[in-house]
């Protein structure tokens, strides 16, 4: 839900002559993409996150503790409820595995599944650890600039590449033009068909950072459902390393 890891660069927009309004836009729009990939992680970071769930067959809450390190290693872990508490998962690099307390069994994830749920959640397990990177992975160029329900806003459209190890066939950015805050990203399957829409809300600055502290993901054909994720508290610059970042250390949680 990502998910969601981050070093925020606000950059000036001026919209000139249309050549230099497109010079300025593409380098406007890499800018933009990394600061939203990276807007919950930081240099390193820990968090409590908040993820309710629902579905057509039921409706549950979880609450989560997560630790990043850079872009390479992410660990998240359940702490409630009881009966999933300790159900975690590891990012380290290229790599990402899942820790099922119940079987104590720690599965690896192949790249195969990262377009599979998370817990049962409308995130897939690439949200959670962002294995994909937008601006590596994509092609993309501002493609509206302009007010959407009276808001000022640019549409960054995103293509993946042809090698790139991503899920969807097209991804809308929405971001506001006075902070470059993302308020609506929409995932399109290689059909060209919205598969889900993601909205943005409760924008805060946090040490000095601009961010987002909740977003919803809505599958387009299951309007009843949702996935809404809230961060609850957040810390930057922790004293941690890659060594935090293991296998074992995911089994003890």
Known sequence: MQLLHKTLTLVGCAILLLAPFRVDAAKTAKEILDSIDDMWRGASSASIIRMEVKTAHWHRTLRMQSYSLGKDYSL?????????????????????????????????????????????????NDDLVKESRMTEDYTFKITFTGKRAGEAIYEITLTPKPKAPVVW????????????????????????????????????????????????????????????????????NLPLKADFFTLKNLQRQ
Request: hydrophobic letters at 40%; a positive charge; zero cysteines.
């Open 76 to 124: 998240i872990m359940i702490r409630l409820p009881k009966k999933e508490r300790g159900t975690a998962t590891l990012k380290v690099k290229q790599q990402i595995w899942n820790y099922l307390p119940k079987v104590n069994r720690t599965v690896k994830v192949p790249p195969s599944m990262l377009a599979s749920s998370w817990m049962g959640s409308h995130f897939t």
């Open 169 to 236: 066939g097209k991804v809308i950015v929405e971001v506001r033009q006075k902070d470059y805050m993302p308020t609506v990203e929409r995932y399109y399957d290689e059909q060209g068909k919205l598969v889900r829409t993601a909205t943005f809300a409760d924008f805060s600055v946090v040490d000095g950072k601009p961010m987002f502290k909740s977003m919803k993901m809505v599958p387009k054909d299951k309007q009843n459902e949702f996935t809404a994720v809230t961060l609850e508290k957040i810390q930057f």
